[in-house]
């Protein structure tokens, strides 16, 4: 069974910065596309970014864009969120997932998921 472990999450100030990590239990996923969503109480999940397996192609959703970046270390199996010039409305539960390939990732239809990570930030 596959896992995915994310890390990172926390309280901080609007402002803030914050670096979130997704570790997968296989070396297997270097080759796999990743990303990452959220989800605030009462919403709906968001796509928040994605990355192809070597890292060429990016994704973001336009909420994050110009203020959070995603990166990969293949050597680690980990996957990393740079969350930058946080805002509160980015208060929620961070997910990772991974999957065969940037379109299902961003489409949540990932073949797997972590647990998530809550991110809250305060004003």
């Known amino acids: 069974q596959v896992q995915l472990v994310e890390s990172g999450g926390g309280l901080v100030q609007a402002g803030s910065s914050l670096r979130l990590s997704c570790a997968a239990s296989e070396r297997t996923f270097s080759r796999n596309a990743m990303g990452w969503f959220r989800q605030a109480p009462g919403e709906e999940r968001e796509f928040v970014a994605a990355?192809?397996?070597?890292?060429?192609?990016?994704y973001y959703g336009d909420s994050v864009k110009g203020r959070f970046t995603i990166s990969r270390d293949n050597a680690k199996n980990t996957v990393f969120l740079q969350m930058n010039s946080l805002k509160p409305e980015d208060t929620a539960v961070y997910y990772c997932?991974?999957?065969?390939?940037?379109?299902?990732?961003?489409?949540?239809?990932?073949?797997?998921w972590g647990q998530g990570t809550q991110v809250t930030v305060s004003s």
């Open positions: 990355i192809n397996w070597n890292g060429d192609s990016r």
């Open positions: 997932a991974a999957g065969s390939s940037t379109v299902r990732v961003r489409s949540a239809g990932a073949e797997y």
